[in-house]
């Protein structure tokens, strides 16, 4: 059967049109995609995201845009089969998100540990029932090391659905110690407080320590005596020795 010309022109020009609109969709597109992936990087980068996190995100943002551009291109060539073709995907997407949920749970709770930075490598956390340094996170797991050198991984997506406690957060923490002295003992102040922890290794000055009768029975008077430290546990021992010292009629024990 001949070919009619006429409709070989009519492909040629109708191919030639879509080809041309597909090039100039690419383009764009691929403008778009590094000016896109340029403003992400420079964003995380004034809030001090990490460098891998910052690289990580820029390139999806870029391919994000690419992604679009090429579906952009598939419809002009596909016309009307082009909502088959993008409902096909849309199952086969929902499918692999399905099956892969848990993993991209922890891996978008990853980048947003690594982008907020709620803690950091070195700080001492509480989660989920275990508490200790963080030595490693990664976009999936963080990796703790407790005081008795046992290593917990922890899913990041933890971090999303439990409360944090970070334990170094701050520079300094509460201290507290018990002052037990006779009933009919003379009644402690804060300045003598304050005077027996002024040259204390650790105790910091600000807040200054203070002094709190908290009950009095059985011929004993009950002193809560708080304080400020960077080393909390180094503080405190030394602490006690400094109380003990200024009250030697008195019994001191950790609060």
Same mark, same amino acid.
């Given at each position: 059967?001949?070919?009619?010309?006429?409709?070989?022109?009519?492909?040629?020009?109708?191919?030639?049109?879509?080809?041309?609109?597909?090039?100039?969709?690419?383009?764009?597109?691929?403008?778009?995609?590094?000016?896109?992936?340029?403003?992400?990087?420079?964003?995380?980068?004034?809030?001090?995201?990490? /460098?891998?996190?910052?690289? +990580?995100?820029?390139?999806?943002?870029?391919?994000? $845009? =690419?992604?679009?551009? &090429?579906?952009? *291109? @598939?419809?002009?060539?596909?016309?009307? /089969?082009?909502?088959?073709? +993008?409902?096909?995907?849309?199952?086969?997407?929902? $499918? =692999?998100?399905?099956? &892969?949920?848990? *993993? @991209?749970?922890?891996?978008?709770?990853?980048?947003?540990?690594?982008?907020?930075?709620?803690?950091?490598?070195?700080?001492?956390?509480?989660?989920?029932?275990?508490?200790?340094?963080?030595?490693?996170?990664?976009?999936?797991?963080?990796?703790?090391?407790?005081?008795?050198?046992?290593?917990?991984?922890?899913?990041?997506?933890?971090?999303?659905?439990?409360?944090?406690?970070?334990?170094?957060?701050?520079?300094?923490?509460?201290?507290?110690?018990?002052?037990?002295?006779?009933?009919?003992?003379?009644?402690?102040?804060?300045?003598?407080?304050?005077?027996?922890?002024?040259?204390?290794?650790?105790?910091?000055?600000?807040?200054?320590?203070?002094?709190?009768?908290?009950?009095?029975?059985?011929?004993?008077?009950?002193?809560?005596?708080?304080?400020?430290?960077?080393?909390?546990?180094?503080?405190?021992?030394?602490?006690?020795?400094?109380?003990?010292?200024?009250?030697?009629?008195?019994?001191?024990?950790?609060?």
């Amino acid at each position: 059967m001949p070919l009619d010309p006429a409709v070989i022109r009519d492909n040629l020009l109708d191919y030639g049109a879509r080809t041309f609109w597909a090039l100039v969709v690419a383009a764009v597109a691929l403008l778009i995609a590094r000016a896109v992936r340029s403003v992400t990087m420079r964003s995380l980068a004034r809030n001090r995201a990490q /460098a891998n996190v910052t690289v +990580l995100l820029g390139n999806l943002a870029q391919l994000t $845009v =690419i992604a679009i551009g &090429l579906l952009l *291109i @598939l419809a002009i060539y596909t016309q009307g /089969a082009f909502g088959w073709i +993008l409902a096909s995907f849309s199952v086969v997407g929902v $499918v =692999i998100g399905l099956s &892969l949920q848990d *993993i @991209l749970k922890n891996f978008v709770a990853g980048v947003w540990v690594l982008i907020e930075r709620p803690f950091r490598i070195g700080d001492s956390i509480e989660v989920g029932g275990y508490s200790g340094t963080v030595e490693e996170i990664s976009f999936r797991t963080t990796q703790l090391r407790t005081d008795d050198g046992r290593e917990v991984i922890v899913p990041n997506g933890t971090f999303m659905t439990s409360p944090v406690v970070n334990l170094t957060r701050f520079p300094t923490r509460r201290a507290a110690a018990w002052l037990v002295l006779p009933a009919d003992a003379k009644a402690v102040t804060t300045e003598e407080i304050r005077d027996a922890l002024a040259k204390t290794d650790g105790v910091s000055p600000e807040p200054p320590p203070s002094v709190e009768l908290r009950s009095v029975a059985d011929g004993k008077a009950q002193y809560l005596v708080t304080f400020w430290a960077a080393n909390r546990d180094a503080a405190l021992a030394q602490a006690l020795h400094g109380l003990r010292a200024r009250f030697p009629q008195g019994d001191v024990r950790i609060g």
